[in-house]
């Protein structure tokens, strides 16, 4: 009798559904069962049909929007036609990771959940959602239901093995040693052999913070000489960093790979979904420095793996228990809290030394970063508000954000390959209120560009800052457009005399944002860090339509979620 097989689907931005994916299918893995893993959009869907046990984890990205790696899925599963027993042949549960603070968090798997059932699936073990706001967190929910789902794929399983035993890598790597070598020293030369990607030139690289300001924000304009770039307002540009030539040969000479980083190397087995496609030199050397996240915070999946490279008995059991999911607080006081990264946790446990082979499955791909475009649309150049990730941890230790540095090191002329994505978010041509605290300002700044240009000059700007002189972003350009009253600006600096909120200012404007909202028809559009700000933001709207109106708490929060639906309040949070 074969082994049950299973499937397990993700769609994720920012690699957590892909983290609990990897996690989950090491685990069926040991359950003996046939186990596949991939990306929503990279699976065959003609192989759904071949398919029994589905399992799909998927987060929520935007106005309730399927993630990137999803967005052909979910087109397929939207066509017109499909029978609604083409999937009656599959069982299936889905888990989702959700936000509280966006209003529509967790809409992803629940629409995919139902789009199932209506194609016939049933469910095999209760679905799941999680909420990032809550004390449990996203591995809190994901725990309990993990369990549950194990329970009952366990009696499928014929044979479990030995969680001790060393499973063969997933994707393996095989270094060429008898081929020439390769030179990839050339970081920015070789990153250019990335192939489907648009190649810009660096127009300029500009600091617009104050020079005595603690937080360095660019100004970051690329140009694409081809005159062939298409975007407007909300789209976003993705940059495909490299990771630092000093950071790679580290990790290079602590696991003893002198002898081999520089020959040529093939994967042995499937090609691990990379964005923005392979360089074309790629040794071990030219793959940590492209394409590996060696910088990233380790995840589970890292420890369920590296226990087994480890000769030293306390360190491989310090390995071995950051991998349970029961021990998640003390992974996180020892990796989240102080930022700890993939390469210090290798060069800190001495006896950990990984097999090259398993380089893919132990340490995740560089995500390309996505930028909210600051500019007009215009086919020949794009600009970028890009704030620098640079601080010192709880350990004293200072830290630098993979993509960030890379922008930071960018001089002008400097050739490097981008790829421009757009966004399903649409503006009326009506009033337009604005709320962009800090780097939020990127997109409105391209959304008032272009409405000057087509004339549309019913805009209230809200911003958010530290100090008018120090980092009021583009606060010149704002200025000059309310003295010509091209646009009415509402600035709150939080350290400057008179501290403010943005979230105080829209109180302090209620009549104006009510009679806007409410008998005007203005679309409300909120740009800028999630977390705490956009629950202020909504709770503040939420009163005032309250106090104005005088109903209740419920009925505004109704009133909003209308509002939301109709596209006339729109939240872009990261």
Known sequence: MGHPSITILYGSETGNSQEFAQVLGRK??????????????????KRLLDVKLLVVICSTTGQGDIPRNGKKFWKFMLRKGLPS????????????????????????????????????????????????????????????????????????????????????????????????????????????????????IIGANERITSPDHFQDVKRLVIKDPSNSLEYKPGDTVALYPSNDPKDVESLIEDQDWQNIADFPLIIDGPTPTIEGGLVKKLTLRSLLTHHLDIISIPRRSFFMIAHHFSTDER??????????????????DYANRPRRSILETILEFHSLHIPVQYVFDLIPTIKPRLFSISSNPSPSTVELTVAIVEYRTIIKRLRKGVCTRWVKELEENDRIKFSVHPNNVKFSSGPLIMVA?????????????????????????????????????YGDLWESLASMSQLQLFPSFSRDEKKSYVQDTLYAQSNLIFDLIYNKNATFYLCGSSGKMP????????????????????????????????????????
């Open 437 to 473: 605290p800090g780097t939020g300002i990127a997109p409105v700044k391209s959304i008032i560009e272009q409405r000057l240009q087509l004339g549309l000059q019913d805009m209230y700007l809200f911003t958010g800052n530290r100090f008018h002189d120090k980092d009021f972003l």
């Open 315 to 332: 360190e491989r059991e310090k390995l071995y228990e950051f991998s349970l999911i029961e021990n998640i607080d003390a992974l996180y």
């Open 85 to 200: 027993d083409l999937l009656s042949h599959l069982s299936f549960t889905t888990f989702g990771l959700g936000d509280s603070s966006y209003a529509k968090f967790n809409y992803a798997i629940r629409k995919i959940h139902k789009r199932l059932i209506q194609l016939g699936a049933h469910e095999f073990s209760d679905r799941a959602e999680s909420d990032e706001q809550s004390p449990e967190g996203n591995e809190g929910y994901y725990a309990e239901w993990e369990r549950l789902l194990l329970e009952k794929i366990k009696k499928l399983s014929h044979h479990e093995i030995d969680p001790n035993t060393l499973l063969p890598p997933m994707n393996g790597i095989v270094p060429q040693t008898s081929k020439f070598k390769k030179i990839t020293d050339h970081v920015k030369e070789v990153a250019l052999t990335r192939s489907n990607l648009v190649t810009g």
């Open 28 to 45: 069926c893995l040991y359950l003996s069962l046939n186990t596949v893993v991939s990306s929503l959009d990279n699976f065959d869907l």
């Open 535 to 574: 629950i202020q933001v909504r709770i503040t709207i939420e009163t005032i339509l309250e106090d104005h109106l005088g109903i209740s708490n419920e009925e505004s929060k109704s009133l909003c979620l209308e509002l939301e639906n109709k596209g006339r309040y729109i939240q872009e949070t990261w």
